[in-house]
């Protein structure tokens, strides 16, 4: 009869003994000791060819003289003569020319996710939905146009840029500010407003408006309030607004009128990258043809 586990076994011990458990001295199995023997010879040899002693000031150079940071520039330069190709092709070629389908086109895109990202994100958010005074580009609303073509001289030459003759540029008088029109005149404008934009239903205040709007506001925002691409006048009936479209946006934006205004960035960035921006921004989904 066996009193212990231990005693059905002729391996020795070690001599330790834990509560009444004794340990004991079971030899490696000889495939795990040639693996570790393996393992001290790879590392010795690693030491010899790579990088690997550290020394006061820097490390070993190993014989291979390979490093990280060589590496790193070998796959820097690789990168880079392919952009290269890219942007030289992106730079000569008008944006609106380029196949909708082809690889550059796809490039382009890519290239303006990124420039947008560093460039415009603080005005249009992350993902260019905009916000009060800077505009949704995910949207079919433009007020330029939004096929490539238009997108590109936006964003060339930007919105109300001194110094720069083909700048977008509107000029709403300041109804209020300016004495063209009183309080109540500019109340009965919104109420045409509201109107036409399905906010409000009719009224007599509204009625008042229309003869209003029709003298001060329809040279530029069409007799019908849908706006004009030429004077870059917003559509006013529909829910799309810029700085609000309830009574007291609306009052203040016909008091005192509104300038927002875009950096030219033909001013600031190569012609790639403007390229590059405006693929992107018309692929967001409110692009024209």
Known sequence: MIDRPED???TPSTGHEWDGIRELDTPLPRWWLWVFYATI???AGYCVVYPAIPLLNSATRGTSGWTSRGQLATDMAAAEATRAKVTAALATTPIEQVDPKSPLMAAAIEGGRAAFRVHCVQCH????AGSVGYPNLNDDDWLWGGNLATIHR?????VRQPGDAETRASLMPAFGRDGILNPAQISDVVSYIRLISQQDGPSAAASRGQVLFAENCSACHGAEGKGSREFGAPNLTDKIWLYGGDRDALTATVTTARAGVMPAWGQRLDAATIN???AYV???GGGEQ
């Open 125 to 128: 958010g992350s993902g260019a």
């Open 276 to 278: 590059m921006l405006a």
């Open 154 to 158: 936006t964003i060339l030459h930007g």
């Open 8 to 10: 059905a076994t002729t």
């Open 282 to 284: 018309h692929s967001l």
């Open 41 to 43: 010879v790879f590392a």
